[in-house]
Nanobody, 124 residues
Framework: QLQASGGGLVQDGDSLRLSCAAS????????MAWFRQAPGKEREFVAAIRWGSRYTYYADSVKGRFTISRDNAKSTVYLQMNSLKPEDTAVYYC???????????????????WGQGTQVTVSS
């Protein structure tokens, strides 16, 4: 079970940090990711991290502004979002997958577990 938190209403250029806590230990082969869905749009990939490695992956739209990280001891994945823009407004979901691969981490269908979503609203 995944529990996401940290969303809110901020202004253009502000920062937010999202958290996603897992109810149990996360195995090293898991991918953990963040997706987002804006009103009227499909859910899209934001960032991913392979739990047992240092490698991180980002959508082009957030590269250089967002950072995904993990805390092994807390089984928690974070998404630090800097220089937020109005187009970042969406519901953000965390996801976890044991079947996810390097070729599929950006597809939501490759993840088994989903958090409940947290709203991020960026005003201009």
């Amino acid at each position: 079970q995944l529990q996401a938190s940290g969303g809110g209403l901020v202004q253009d250029g502000d920062s937010l940090r999202l958290s996603c806590a897992a109810s149990g230990r996360i195995a090293s082969n898991y991918f953990m990711a963040w997706f987002r869905q804006a009103p009227g749009k499909e859910r899209e990939f934001v960032a991913a991290i392979r739990w047992g490695s240092r490698y991180t992956y980002y959508a082009d739209s957030v590269k250089g502004r967002f950072t995904i990280s993990r805390d092994n001891a807390k089984s928690t994945v974070y998404l630090q979002m800097n220089s937020l823009k109005p187009e970042d407004t969406a519901v953000y979901y965390c996801a976890g997958g044991s079947r996810t691969m390097l070729s599929t981490y950006h597809f939501d269908r490759s993840y088994d577990y989903w958090g409940q979503g947290t709203q991020v609203t960026v005003s201009s």
